[in-house]
């Protein structure tokens, strides 16, 4: 209340202010805390917070991207510019260049460094290398890889006689900088501030390799020549490196690639293919697949393929000839689509790029000049396990058939990377789950247990034999044989043990299988308990000291942290913040004891909050929509009930803002499948987002979100099951008005809006964008996003049929809500764009003709060049202030809109065109 009143609704007109609280990244020591914010006017800013109060929070506008050096001494951020400022830039066709922030932490200083597109620190953070952008690159261009854990940074191929770009060293504790021309990638090394650079010049003049040591300023050529130099990786924790240097051949297309590797940055090693036996003849070095190093140095694993041989020359005469020929003939332009593809040709083209990529995974031992062939098929993946003596190897091809309908599975090896050996361990598995940390364990669930091999021995154990309670996700309802398992959390120290998970708790089971033990006691409280990964290198869990789980109350919604302490003496579990709001994003300080993590809930923005490893007196470390305080706000409930099926549910309900006890009122209800773990997630206003909560409750309606659980070849059904006693309960606890609800969805939650509006008549209103509406006619199409035909995602997939349509066409029809259009009473509005590649866009004009058949009451918007989801601002705002007045007007009473009541026909459309070209730029629907 202010003064007596009640606070205002916030209104469109304050959208634009309210943030949205971006990743978080702590110092190593501890001390500061950078993390970005993103305003729903698009504009961005990095804020950087003093953890010990030393000084202000710094703010850098439209900073991302931040770096924390590994002495805490500097952070380095990219800096962007605005979105009007990009759309400026791309209408001039000008490129679109970023900037670096540099502030020194001790100081406060920011030093600013005009067109940098990537950046990365040495060890230890002295120096900062900084690559500027290549010439006359366009405004389009991708970013620079971010750097992989062991620093390898590459930037992207942009052809094989591409120029580099300058690349500028910076010694952060003089400022004196070291600049080079014409590189084209660059990684550090981890053991030395060594910094090692691929030269690529106009015409190859100068080409090769180098390493700087920045703090001696020495510069080494490691090797020069006219060739194209890719793919630099040095050995982790070493001074070892690797490189390829291309190797062209008058007579095959694309260049082949020689192998330079250098130990200790002093002996060099070559494997020329075409000078030494080794790989198979007709294939070449690639340069698409990263070289990697074995840990000992022994081994560098690199890719071959095919080297396709050049066409020979004709003659003159049969060149004439040919011309002659074809010079007026149109060609044809065709795409032979055969039953027996097992990927259909859509699939085929949007995956082009991967598959000319493919390749053999090969060694080669510089010391001995060994060459061992590991890879047997292109279409097979090959892993290597820790040591890299051994590597996992999945093979798909014998279940190519059966994977066009169905869940993937594969055969499972175990390659021996010294002799190009394999061993098969399994036939048709679909859950294989990695290795040991001491690369002695390959990991399989099968059959509900999860499975070990011994490498060494070749026995096989049930390790988890000894646990009595499901390891098979049983809330998973598609119809699948085989339940997917909850996971593990990981392999401890050296492979003694794997930690695995059953629905609420955690187990240590032995790899042969002779023990498990039950770390957790979750299952009473049906608390979920599930380990925190705060080291993201790590590659086990030290069960030597103190790890933090994450819990989570299956039906309390509840959140917060544990810590979990094993002794000989057995293991203490300590519950350190349990809150009825949601707990996420929890980190540690690197060097430090300083632990950072989000609470939020709908009615309170998420904030950064820090604390010691008991998480106790947490100090807030963050501010965001301090002027939500100004502004009327609603509240969440989570809601009990039961399903048709007599089956616990729960759902989301959202109070308006100013509720007052004992009036009724409107309510939205909003689907999808499990939604009711939203219950404390905190939701921006915006007039961009076309489902937003906090609009709706600003506006004075109850939002409501109930779980949706499924039948087998019942989608629709199930829904109505689901859906209907959920509303029912909200409406016998005297919250709303039973003649003024409504119900949205999009995707997958639009068809089962659709389906509920035509099966029942609880709805005053409907809003579906982009449905599902014909489960026949849909069942033969493909999903153009990825090209894969939607046959096996019906029966297996999210629309759970189970069978082909020809088997059950009944459960397809029964299911489809165009077969259910006579019995619409809801004015239904539905969306899509005409590029939709996830649902095919005429599901919409098949409701369309049918409804306007049957003179049922429905508008359908079709925005122009969109896929599934809108990306255009224009489109987003048009469409959501199109939800808000049907809303509106079906739900509140406000008038309908002349868009609702008559439509617009095409020569309205063009000419409200017209006008916005000569006035307002963005068509925006006026709203109330």
Avoid at 285 to 303: E, K, M, Q, Y
Wanted: charged share 25%; with cysteine.
């Amino acid at each position: 209340m202010l003064n007596g009143q009640q606070k205002p609704a916030v209104t469109p007109a304050a959208f634009g202010k309210w943030e949205t609280l971006g990743t978080g990244d702590l110092s190593p020591d501890g001390k500061w805390l950078a993390y970005s914010i993103r305003r729903v006017n698009t504009d961005e800013e990095l804020r950087i917070a003093s953890l010990t109060g030393a000084r202000k929070d710094i703010v850098a506008a439209f900073g991302r991207g931040p770096k924390f050096s590994d002495d805490s001494r500097f952070l380095a951020y990219s800096i962007g510019v605005s979105e009007a400022e990009q759309d400026k830039l791309k209408k001039a066709k000008k490129p679109v260049e970023d900037k670096l922030g540099i502030l020194n932490l001790a100081t406060g200083e920011t030093v600013t460094i005009e067109k940098i597109s990537a950046f990365v620190f040495s060890k230890g953070g002295r120096f900062l290398a900084m690559r500027k952008y290549p010439p006359e690159h366009p405004s389009t261009a991708p970013a620079p890889t971010p750097p992989s854990p062991r620093g390898r940074v590459e930037t992207p191929d942009a052809g094989a006689d591409a120029p580099g770009a300058t690349l500028v060293v910076r010694d952060l504790e003089t400022g004196a900088d070291a600049t080079f021309g014409n590189v084209s990638s660059y990684a550090w090394s981890e053991a030395a501030p060594f910094l090692a650079m691929t030269i690529s010049a106009e015409g190859k003049t100068g080409n090769g390799v180098q390493v700087f040591n920045p703090a001696s300023s020495q510069l080494r050529v490691l090797d020069s020549g006219a060739a194209i130099y890719k793919g630099l990786a040095w050995r982790k924790d070493s001074d070892d490196l690797a490189v390829l240097k291309s190797k062209s051949d008058e007579k095959f297309e694309d260049d082949t690639h020689i192998l330079l590797a250098w130990k200790a940055l002093e002996h060099k090693y070559t494997f020329d293919p075409a000078a030494t036996a080794g790989i198979p003849a007709g294939q070449r070095i690639v340069a698409f697949r990263p070289l990697s190093w074995s840990d000992d140095g022994s081994a560098i694993f690199f890719g071959i393929a095919e080297w396709e041989a050049k066409p020979e020359k004709p003659s003159k005469e049969a060149e004439k000839d040919k011309k002659s020929d074809t010079a007026d003939e149109e060609q044809a332009e065709v795409d032979v689509w055969h039953t027996r593809d097992p990927h259909a040709i859509p699939e085929q083209k949007l995956r082009a790029d991967r598959d000319r990529e493919r390749n053999l995974l090969a060694a080669w031992r510089p010391e001995s000049g060994a060459v061992v062939m590991l890879g047997a098929d292109l279409k097979e993946g090959i892993t290597l396990v820790k040591g890299q003596k051994h590597a996992i190897v999945l093979d798909a091809l014998p279940y190519e058939k059966q994977d066009m309908f169905g869940r993937r599975v594969e055969d499972l090896y175990v390659l021996d990377t010294l002799t190009g050996k394999r061993v098969k361990i399994e036939s048709g598995l679909e859950y294989e789950m990695g290795s040991s940390p001491d690369g002695r364990y390959v990991l399989y669930f099968r059959g509900d247990h999860y499975w070990t091999y011994d490498i060494q021995t070749g026995a096989r154990a049930d390790i988890s034999k000894g646990v009595p309670t499901a390891l098979w996700n049983h809330d998973y309802d598609h119809p699948v044989k085989q339940k997917p398992p909850y996971g593990i959390a990981g392999w401890s120290k050296a492979g003694r043990s794997v930690l695995i998970y059953d629905e609420y708790d955690i187990w240590e089971a032995l790899p042969d299988g002779s023990k498990a033990t039950k770390l957790t006691n979750g299952a009473p409280e049906q608390i979920r308990h599930r380990y925190v990964k705060l080291d993201p290198k790590e590659e086990f869990v030290d069960l030597d000291k103190p790890i933090y789980l994450n819990l989570y109350g299956q039906w309390t919604k509840r959140t917060g942290y544990a810590r979990l302490t094993k002794t000989a003496a057995g293991q203490t579990v300590d519950r350190l913040l349990w809150m009825d709001k949601s707990a996420s994003r929890l980190a540690k300080a690197k060097d430090a004891a300083v632990f950072a993590y989000v609470v939020e809930d709908f009615n309170e923005s998420p904030n950064y909050f820090t604390a010691a490893g008991d998480l106790k007196d947490p100090h807030q470390a963050s501010d965001t929509n301090p002027f939500q305080k100004e502004y009327a706000w609603g509240h969440s409930e989570l809601i009990d009930y039961k399903n048709e099926r007599g089956e616990r549910s729960q759902a989301a309900l959202f109070y308006p803002a100013n509720y007052e006890a004992g009036r009724k009122y409107p309510m939205i209800v909003y689907i999808y499948e499990i939604v009711s773990n939203v219950v404390h997630r905190y939701n921006v206003p915006s007039d961009r987002a076309p489902y937003s909560p906090a609009v709706f409750t600003s506006k004075g309606y109850f939002v409501y979100e109930p779980d949706i659980t499924y039948r087998p070849r019942d989608p629709g059904v199930s829904a109505v099951q689901s859906v209907v006693p959920a509303v029912k309960k909200i409406i016998d606890m005297g919250l709303v008005d039973a003649k003024r609800i409504g119900i949205v969805g999009h995707s997958w939650g639009a068809y089962q809006t659709c389906f509920l509006a035509t099966n029942t008549n609880i709805f005053a209103a409907a809003v579906a964008g982009a449905p599902l509406t014909d489960l026949v006619s849909m069942y033969g199409s493909v999903y153009w996003n990825n090209g894969i035909p939607e046959t096996g995602h019906y029966e297996t997939g999210q629309e759970r049929m189970e069978v082909p349509l020809w088997d059950d066409p009944q459960a397809y029809i029964r299911n489809s809500p165009v077969f259910s259009l006579p019995k619409l009473t809801a004015p239904l509005l539905v969306a899509f764009g005409d590029k939709d590649g996830a649902v095919d866009w005429h599901q919409g004009i098949e409701m369309y003709n049918m409804a306007r058949r049957l003179s049922k009451e429905m508008v359908l918007l079709v925005y122009a060049g969109e896929n599934h989801s809108l990306a255009k601002k224009a489109n987003q705002m048009d469409y959501h202030n199109r939800i808000v007045d049907w809303f509106d007007h079906y739900l509140a009473g406000a008038p309908a809109k002349d868009w609702m009541v008559k439509g617009q026909t095409y020569l309205e459309r063009e000419k409200e065109l017209k006008r916005l070209k000569k006035g307002t730029t963005t068509p925006v629907v006026a709203t109330n």
